[in-house]
């Protein structure tokens, strides 16, 4: 089992800063992918960004891409999502995921966290 502990989320202006945390825990693992997912009101949960841990390539949604940077923390088992020039449409419960094995995939992921909210008002 891994448990994974999100913080950071908050309400925020458009155009403004929030950084998230994603505190990970448990079952170790040679080989793993921490993500970030959303999910709005209505819609369905989506892919937001990937980390490969062997390595820290990181794989965006073009809808994040040069907006928010995923970064991670060997020391603490952490991972970052800073988020800047936030847009109403950022506006969504962030999930921080896990998987095992080396693909930085945009579903099949095994463990989540509880989610933390994210408004972005305009």
């Known amino acids: 089992q891994v448990q994974l502990v999100e913080s950071g989320g908050g309400l925020v202006q458009a155009g403004g800063s929030l950084r998230l945390s994603c505190a990970a825990s448990?079952?170790?693992?040679?080989?793993?992918?921490m993500g970030w997912f959303r999910q709005a009101p209505g819609k369905e949960r989506e892919f937001v960004v990937g980390?490969?841990?062997?390595?820290?390539?990181?794989y965006y949604s073009d809808s994040v891409k040069g907006r928010f940077t995923m970064s991670r923390d060997n020391a603490k088992n952490t991972v970052y999502l800073q988020m800047n020039s936030l847009k109403p449409e950022d506006t969504a419960v962030y999930y921080c995921a896990f998987r095992s094995g080396g693909l930085v995939l945009t579903s099949s992921y095994d463990y989540w966290g509880q989610g933390t909210q994210v408004t972005v008002s305009s």
């Open positions: 980390i490969r841990w062997s390595d820290s390539r990181t």
């Open positions: 448990g079952r170790t693992f040679s080989s793993y992918v």
